[in-house]
């Protein structure tokens, strides 16, 4: 969720010195399979260049937007319920903060396809600006499901 907010964030060009260290402090921790070395050296290099060139906003330019997901949290979602109250909490939150997020891709997404539509100039903007307020409203979204993950006690780290 961290490098789904970047590339979001990116798009939305809000990607400030906080944001920057946040996410290179995620990758420095992470523990995963896929290297994360690229990706901390790509912040470290973000971090040298002026904040307002870091990304620019291109209303044209559309934006891969991808679905959050748990797969392992999917799978055992029966077992929950053998965890204290505390940790089926959070764990549900996260589920519940997943299918909300997964929610506005869906609809940016629906958003996305009618800008090729024949739509009158007002329709247009309209539509133009529902998507640039849905990008924002996703990278805040991503920072806070990643955020919520990365608080999830250490008991039910893997």
């Known amino acids: 969720m961290a490098l789904k907010a970047f590339v ?7 990607l400030d010195d906080d944001f920057l260290l946040w996410l290179e ?6 523990k995963g399979k896929k290297p994360a070395l690229p990706f901390i ?4 290099e ?3 260049v002026p904040v307002n060139a870091r990304a620019k906003l291109d209303p044209k330019r559309g934006l891969t937007l991808t679905e959050g997901d748990a797969p392992l949290l999917n799978i055992h979602t029966n077992e929950i319920a053998l965890f204290p109250i ?10 519940g903060q ?24 007002i329709n247009r903007k309209n539509v133009q600006q529902n998507l640039e307020d849905g990008y924002e409203y996703l ?5 806070l499901i990643a955020k919520e993950i990365t608080d999830v006690p250490p008991s039910l780290r893997i």
């Open 86 to 95: 505390t940790s089926q909490t959070v764990l549900q939150s996260i589920t």
């Open 46 to 48: 973000l971090r040298t």
């Open 98 to 121: 997943l299918g909300i997020y997964n929610q506005q891709v869906a609809y940016l997404r629906r958003l996305f396809d009618k800008t090729f539509d024949n739509l009158t100039d």
């Open 139 to 143: 990278a805040q979204r991503s920072v």
């Open 8 to 14: 979001i964030r990116q798009r939305v060009a809000k």
């Open 25 to 30: 402090q995620i990758l420095t921790g992470y």
């Open 41 to 44: 050296k790509l912040m470290q």
